[in-house]
Every structure is written in C-alpha cells, then in structure tokens.
C-alpha cells in the first residue's frame, strides 16, 4: 500500500538533470505571490510562452484546460525544501497574459494543501472551474476548490478520508458543464510503501456526487469524452509514480451514461508492447481511438508508445521512440485543431521531453519541432486550445539554480 508521505512530490536538480524525489513537505496554509514573466517568440513550433516564479519555491505546474482563446486555467504548486509554506497556485488566461488567481484566504489554506501532488484542473466557462487534488499527511480529506460563477468554495472528494485510511490518487478531470463533472483515478489505503489501486470515478451532477463501480484493477490514468454519455478511459499506473505503485493489467473502458464496462474489443499482447502501461486516451465520434503508455525497452528503461481501435480492429502506432535507461511514457495527447493529435511524452526523471505529432491522415508519429532553450525542462500535460490551431502544456523550468512554472504553446498564442 502507498504512504501518503511518498505521494508528495517536490523537484530537484540532480546534475544537469530534473529529477522527481519523493519526500514528506506538509503543505501549509501561508501565501505567496507568483510572479509570471512572458517570452516573445515566432508563432509556430513548440516553445516557452511564459514562466511563473515564486521567491524561495520550486513551482511545477502540472494541469492545464482550455475553453477558449481567451479563457484558460492552469494548477500547480509552489514547493520549499524544508516544507514550510508551501502553496497551491491557478493561473488564469484571459487572452493577454497568465496572470495568478488570488484565492479567499480560508479557501487558499485549503487549496495549498490539496495541490500538495501534482494537481489538475477543469473548465467548461470562465465561470464554472475546479482544481482537483490529494493531501500529503494529515488527517485531511482528498478535496478540490471550485469557482462557480464568481464564488471560490471548496469540498471534498466522496469516499476519501486520509484519517480512515482511505486515499484518491486524482489522475484525470473531466468538466463537461457545471453539472456533469468527473473526477478518475485511484483509491488505495495508506499504510505502506507500494499501493495496490482499485479504479475512482465520481461525478458531480450539479448538485451531488455520485461514486461508481468500475471494472478492472490501477488507476484511471487518463480519459476522453465524445459526450455526456461517452467517456473513453484506460487503466494503467501514471507514469510519476510507477515506483510506488504494483502494476495494473492495461484494459480499455467506457462510460455508456450509466455505468463504466469494459470495452467489447479490448487491445491483445499482439496490440501492445510487452508489459505496456496505457497513461493516455484520445476518442473521436468517428470511431477512432488512440490509446499511449510506456513499455519495457532494450536498454532497460521504457518508451513511449501508442496504439489505434478503428472499429473493432486495434493496430500498433507507428511511433518509433528511441530507447534509453529512463522510463519515458506517452502521458498526454490532445487534438492538434487540423485533425491530428499532439502526443507528450515525458519520464518520471523528468528528462526533458518529447513531443509527437500525428497530422491528419498520416500514419506515421513523427517528433515535434521544440524551441526550449538551454535550460532544463519538462511538460506535465497539453491542452487544446478550443476553435483554434493551437496548444498550451505545463510544466516546469530550470533558471540557473531555480525551478519555475512553464507554460508552453504551439501555434499562434490564443488571444
């Protein structure tokens, strides 16, 4: 079973390499102020947008939405070595520049502790946000903030009470409208090193949440809706925490608009790599779907992969990853705007990462053009800019001995 101190998750330089460590920083509930600075860049490829610092902390941001060209929200957290003040932050696009959303103090004290690990965010309108994530220690309940209309709330999670021994590792949020809302992941209790997860999926409906039984064994990694009665997702492990979690037998599910089943054609050893672990899933109302995780590779780490369902046939993608010692996973695909997808791959090294793209109507995943500098750097999660040719990731950055928030972009930047 998984610690909860384990599940907190603080950067550090190691050599010239970002790397992920696990250590117990109780998150508290102090503010900080984060600054955010623009790059002025072409309006194609792959590079920074901007960054966001806070005096003392090493920030990661690692969730992203957008509804708009002029309406995007991101989450993260801004951490210190010793633990102490240690914050959540959003973000908030509204077709200028990101700037920080300033939380009511009795709901920052809450967010601060529920961003203490990677959270995530959703958005259906500039008025109708949640940011999702899980308390590092304590006696607190897994829980999320919430704007709804022009009011900051907070709650918490169904079915998670650190202090009855019961944890939710959120791994995906879906914000359909303000009364279709889902929140998937994992539920473990927390009494020892590794964790056995059982699948999460609960949905608000506007007024209540509602728990649901889901076949098959791990997390809910990622999911993707055609429409309020059809959510795609995958079971597997998310790629940040493959060291502290058992591994899940990779399966395909669906949401019908009253249950989760497991999908009629599910991908064989013959679809898949030997040992994949799926940690993304992308469903069009065509019929087509690309499911991408990570699997052993020659050199001892893994590499990234994908595979497709047309109709009832699955195929191997073609995505040639190079294969190296770090354990690099397909983490986060997304529409490209033109009828392609946009894949990020990323390693639990936080190694810098790759980014593939499939244009419409190939069949070949080919690398991504990326203009990140020198520095350091990682991408935690990519979102389609509705309406637009365009793409936001998040992420984090080195500057000198200092690790900020990364905002990333392809395409024109949205205005």
Not at 152 to 168: C, E, H, Q, R
Request: glycine share 12%.
């Amino acid at each position: 079973m998984l610690k909860l101190s384990s599940r907190h998750a603080a950067l550090v330089l190691t050599g010239a390499t970002l790397a992920l460590a696990a250590g117990v920083l109780p998150a508290q509930a102090a503010s900080s102020a984060s600054s955010a600075s623009t790059a002025s860049t072409a309006s194609t490829g792959w590079r920074t947008a901007a960054t966001v610092a806070s005096k003392g902390k090493t920030v990661v941001l690692s969730g992203i939405d957008a509804v708009s060209a002029r309406d995007a929200w991101a989450a993260g957290a801004g951490f210190t070595s010793s633990g102490k003040n240690d914050v959540g932050l959003i973000e908030h696009w509204a077709g200028k520049a990101w700037q920080a959303v300033k939380l009511p103090s009795s709901i920052a004290k809450d967010w601060n502790a529920y961003a203490a690990d990677f959270p995530l965010i959703g958005a259906s309108s500039a008025t109708d946000v949640w940011a999702f994530g899980d308390t590092p220690s304590g006696t607190e309940y897994d829980g999320y903030v919430r704007l709804n209309g022009r009011k900051w709330t907070a709650g918490k999670l169904p079915d998670s009470s650190i202090s009855g021994g019961k944890a939710v590792l959120v791994a995906a949020v879906k914000v359909i409208s303000s009364t279709d809302v889902w929140v998937l992941g994992g539920q473990t209790s927390a009494s020892s090193a590794t964790s056995t997860f059982t699948p999460y999926a609960a949905q608000f409906n506007g007024s209540k949440w509602k728990t649901y039984s889901v076949p098959g064994s791990g997390v809910i990694t990622a999911a993707s809706e055609i429409s309020r009665g059809d959510i795609w997702a995958v079971l597997g492990v998310p790629s940040l925490y493959t060291s502290v979690a058992t591994a899940a037998s990779p399966a395909v599910i669906q949401w019908n608009g009253s249950s989760w089943k497991t999908t009629a054609v599910q991908p064989s050893a013959v679809d898949l790599p030997s040992g994949a672990n799926l940690t993304s899933i992308i469903a069009s109302s065509n019929g087509t779907v690309w499911i991408g995780g990570g699997a052993a590779n020659s050199k001892g780490g893994t590499s990234e992969f994908a595979a497709k369902l047309t109709g009832s046939t699955w195929t191997k993608g073609s995505l040639s990853a190079p294969a190296s010692s770090s354990d690099f996973s397909l983490i986060s695909v997304v529409p490209d705007g033109s009828g392609g997808i946009w894949g990020l791959a990323e390693s639990n090294e936080l190694n810098k990462p790759r980014i593939w793209h499939l244009a419409s109507g190939a069949t070949t995943w080919k690398s991504a053009a990326t203009s990140f500098g020198s520095s350091n750097h990682a991408l935690l999660q990519l979102a389609q800019v509705p309406g637009t040719h365009s793409a936001w990731g998040v992420g984090v950055a080195q500057r000198g001995k200092a690790v900020d928030g990364l905002f990333a972009v392809d395409g024109a930047t949205p205005r």
